[in-house]
């Protein structure tokens, strides 16, 4: 039992084992230094920031950045960018949580080995382009100018779902839908490994018990695949909900402009503006931090949630 | 061949369809710009390339050939995600190694020390105040103060708890240490997850762009990402002082080094992509 050991024998285990320390070592300092380090620069957003002072003796200020922010100057902003935050994730949630789980469910029909590990190949290739190529393809796909037009812009013109002087990139009202398919295209192929990984994994006995019941199609789906992959649903919903408050700044920054902020500005990409941009560094970390308690909350709620309902958590 | 029901006959023919038709229009974009890319510029501007290329000219490579801060970007890439991999596989392997190992004092205490940082991090202003503080403004200050991963740290050492224990017991009764242990026995049969984390490492390598845009101050180090960046917000200005009788668009220039971008990607994914169901799978996270 580890309780009763005394430090004494912990050292010579420590001993005994010393190469074991010496490989743990340089992971143990890299996440010091770039992980837990900034951690207490968070003390930032309770300053009176001052670069030339440094964070420690900058002046303490308690709250009134926070202040500052929820009802001050940038208080409009900010609680735009809080709101889209959350408007955002959920449109994701709603919209691309589902997609991979049927595309898996797709995918596991699929007997002929060659044709799904093709469409396997291509489905997971997008995410693993980058962000800037991913934009530069959009950007170009739904440009709409005077001189060419975008194939997606022209299609939409063609379908009469947009007019024809529409600059998709330009207007708010379109700038969800544009992030959102795009997210659901660069990822949905990707995410359906996890899915695909869990059906593959329940047993045939069980589909083969229903048949000779004469269940249909949908009673085997509803019966056997969809418990049969149950656990790693949940897993994928408490991960999900707990990054429900960090929308991906780098696609943002790189698709949005400033027509499109009422819709497109969330807190990672206010924080971006507010504390690189214009430089106001203590107010930036505080929204930071604002944002990472209640993202914090949230995994916490959600595995404790799925625990008593379901016995599966993450820890 | 197993017999089916219609209702079976049905959903199989649906699947074939919807997984054929996601499938393509994943790979619809990747294709489209290497056609955009070698497409003459009247068949480009007037809409005729949908899917395959018209008058075909390669005169954008040309350009893009003597484009030397296209090369030097390219070349940075090169670097960043060959040194960067190496070094996030360093850090991750033996990390990983040693948290695999029941053995360990505090293990659970060190495993929750990685995962933690999964779940909160210092956020923006911090990371970015800690990043000028230590002088991450150069190439190698790219490549160590980035790319380790929580979760493939968690993947990594899934797949070394993974190895049997007889195996290891036998090694180290022949009096083999943890070093060795580790290049000669772990590593060789965790091929799987190591191909895996390697791939994601290097593709964020190769990828990297926000960071190395705000932390780089010399323009002859930064990333083809960045380049390629800077490109897409300038090309439309650039391309008004060029000759108008150019014989491609000025996309296709954007087009050829987003495909140029592209290749490595293509030509390495599809060789390591038959290990993810294994190498992903055991990705369960636990603290």
Redesign the interface.
């Known amino acids: 039992m580890v309780k009763e050991q005394s430090w004494k024998r ?1 050292w010579s ?2 001993k005994k ?1 010393w ?3 010496v ?2 070592l ?3 300092i ?2 010091l ?10 003390l ?1 957003a309770f300053k009176n920031y001052d670069a030339g002072l440094g ?1 420690l003796n900058s002046d303490f200020v308690g709250f009134s950045n926070f202040k500052t922010l929820m009802f001050g100057t940038y208080s409009d902003q900010f609680w735009s960018a809080f709101r889209n935050t959350f408007v955002i994730s959920l449109y994701g949630i709603v919209f691309g949580f589902p997609i991979p789980i ?2 898996a ?3 596991s ?4 080995k060659t ?2 590990n ?9 995410h ?6 991913i ?3 959009v ?3 739904v ?1 709409n100018g005077e ?3 975008g ?1 997606i812009a ?1 299609l939409l013109i063609n379908l009469g779902l947009i007019s024809e002087n529409t600059n998709l990139i330009q207007e708010a009202s379109y700038f969800r839908p544009l992030y959102i398919l795009t997210g659901i ?1 660069k990822e ?2 990707y995410s359906s ?2 899915y ?2 869990a059906i ?1 994994g329940i047993s045939p006995t069980l589909y083969e018990a229903l048949k000779v019941d004469g269940g ?3 009673q085997e789906i509803r019966y056997v695949t969809f418990p049969g992959m149950a656990p790693t649903l949940i ?1 994928m919903i408490i ?1 999900r909900i ?1 990054t429900i408050l960090t929308v991906g ?2 696609r943002i ?2 698709l949005y402009n400033a027509n499109t902020y009422s819709t497109a500005d969330v807190l ?1 990409t206010f ?2 503006r507010v ?2 941009e214009r430089g106001n ?1 203590a107010l ?2 505080s929204a ?2 604002f ?2 308690i209640i ?2 909350a949230l ?1 916490i709620g959600a595995n404790y949630i799925s625990r008593q309902v379901s016995e599966t958590s ?2 | 061949m197993d017999r089916l ?1 219609r ?2 006959k ?3 023919v ?3 369809i ?3 038709a ?6 619809y ?2 294709v ?2 290497f056609s ?1 890319s070698i497409s003459g510029k009247m068949a ?2 007037s ?1 005729q ?2 899917l395959f290329p018209k008058d075909i000219n390669f005169s954008v490579y040309q350009l893009l050939y003597e484009d030397k801060g296209f090369w030097i970007s390219y070349i940075n890439t090169l670097f960043y995600t060959f040194f960067g991999t190496a070094w996030s596989m ?3 392997v ?6 695999s ?1 029941k ?3 505090f293990r659970r205490q ?1 495993n929750f ?2 995962v933690f ?1 999964m ?12 990043y000028v503080n ?1 002088g991450v403004d150069n190439r190698w200050g790219i490549v160590v ?2 790319g ?1 991963q929580a979760y493939n ?1 968690i993947l990594l050492r899934n797949t070394f708890e993974a190895v049997p224990l007889e195996i290891e017991e036998a090694a180290t009764v022949d009096g083999v ?3 060795q242990l ?1 290049t000669k026995i772990f590593i060789p049969m965790s091929k799987a997850g190591i191909a895996t984390v390697t791939l994601f490492y290097a ?1 964020s390598r ?2 990297g ?2 960071w190395a845009r ?1 932390l780089l101050t010399d323009s002859k180090e930064l990333p083809v ?2 380049y ?2 800077i490109l ?1 917000e300038n090309y439309q200005s650039m391309f008004d002082d060029m000759p108008v009788n150019l014989a491609y ?1 000025a ?1 296709s220039y ?2 050829a080094i ?1 495909v140029c ?2 290749i490595p ?2 030509l390495i ?2 060789h390591i ?1 038959k290990y ?2 294994k190498g ?2 055991l ?5």
Do not use: C
């Open positions: 912990r285990l420590v084992d190469r074991l320390y490989l743990l340089p992971l143990v890299w996440f230094m770039w992980a837990y380090k900034p951690m207490g620069g968070l930032i964070i049927f595309l469910l797709f995918m029909e699929i007997r002929h044709y799904s093709v469409m396997q190949t291509f489905s997971y290739l997008p693993f382009l980058s962000e800037v190529t934009t530069g393809l950007i170009t796909l440009y001189v060419n037009t194939v022209e295209w949905a192929g490994i996890v695909f990984a593959m249909n199609k949908l897993i991960l707990g700044y780098e920054i790189l990672s924080v971006y504390g690189l560094q930036g970390a930071d931090l944002n990472a993202a914090f995994v993450l820890w | 029901n209702s079976e049905i959903f199989r649906l699947s074939y919807l997984v054929g996601f499938g393509i229009m994943a790979l974009p990747v489209y710009a955009a480009y501007e809409g390339v949908r360093f850090i991750s033996t990390g990983a190694y040693a948290l190992k053995k360990l004092l060190f020390f990685v940082t779940w909160f991090t210092a956020g923006m202003i911090p990371q970015y105040l800690n230590i103060a980035f380790i740290i240490k943890e070093f580790l593709t190769w990828n762009y926000f705000i990402q960045v390629m960046r897409v668009a996309d954007v087009y987003l971008s592209i990607v293509l994914y599809p992509q993810f169901a992903v799978n990705g369960g996270v636990k603290g």
